[in-house]
C-alpha cells in the first residue's frame, strides 16, 4: 500500500507503514530524491521569516537544512547529532522520543555550535512534524545555547500537528487506518 501525494508541486508515492495494529503512517523519505529536496527547500524559504542561521536533527534533515542553506546563500548551518563525537567540545544534549524509531534517542549540540547560535535569529528545520517530540528537542538545544527561535518548518505536518499555529509546512499527511484509508484529512 501506498499513499500518493503532491509536495512541493511533485507526485510522490509514500509507502505505508505499520506503527500499530490500528495505525499506519506514511513513509516520507528525502534521501537520494534530489529534485524533491530541491523543489521543498525553494518553496520553504518563502515562508520562514529572517534569520542568522538554522538547524536540523540528524539525519532526514540534512539534505533539506543544506539545500536551503545554499539556496539562500548562507555558509553555515547547524545540525544536532544522534551521538557525540570524539572532535565535539562542550556538548549539549538533549532526549527525543520519535514516533519513527523505537527507542529513546538523545541529540547532541557542539559547543561551537551552541555559541554560532547564541543571541542569533534561528530557524528550526525538519522534514516531518509529527507528534512534535523531535521538533521540541531541538527547540531545547536552541534555548539551552542562547538562540532566539524565529521560525520551525517542516515539509510535512503529519495527524494533529497540521493543527499547530508555530509550525509552517507545505503539505498535510494524514495517518492512515490498516487499510490504507486517511483517518482525518
Known amino acids: 500500500m501506498d499513499y500518493t501525494m ?26 537520494g530524491d534530489v529534485e524533491l529536496t530541491k523543489a521543498c527547500a525553494t ?20 539534505p533539506l537544512l543544506y539545500e536551503m542553506a545554499r539556496q539562500n546563500g548562507e ?7 544522534k551521538g557525540a563525537k ?10 527525543v522520543n520519535s514516533i519513527t524509531t523505537a527507542k529513546t534517542q538523545t541529540l547532541y ?9 547564541r543571541g542569533k535569529r534561528v530557524v528550526i528545520v525538519d522534514d516531518v512534524i509529527s507528534t ?3 521538533l ?23 495527524g494533529d500537528a497540521k493543527d499547530r499555529t508555530d509550525i509552517q509546512y507545505l503539505e498535510y499527511l494524514p495517518l492512515f487506518r490498516p487499510d490504507g484509508t486517511p483517518i482525518d484529512q
Open 43 to 62: 518553496e520553504l524559504l518563502k515562508k520562514i521569516p529572517e534569520h542568522d542561521i538554522m538547524i536540523t536533527a540528524e539525519s532526514k534533515g540534512i
Open 132 to 134: 512534535g517530540e523531535s
Open 75 to 81: 555558509n553555515k548551518y547547524i545540525l544536532a547529532r
Open 109 to 117: 549540540l557542539d559547543g561551537a555550535d551552541a555559541e554560532a547560535m
Open 86 to 95: 570524539l572532535y565535539m567540545q562542550n556538548v549539549f544534549s538533549v532526549q
Open 136 to 158: 521540541r528537542a531541538l527547540e531545547e538545544l536552541v534555548t539551552a545555547a542562547g538562540g532566539n527561535i524565529v521560525g520551525k518548518t517542516a515539509i510535512l505536518a503529519e
Open 6 to 31: 503532491t509536495i512541493a508541486g511533485l507526485e510522490r508515492h509514500l509507502p505505508l507503514c505499520k506503527l500499530t495494529d490500528d495505525l499506519y503512517i506514511g513513509a516520507f523519505v528525502i534521501f
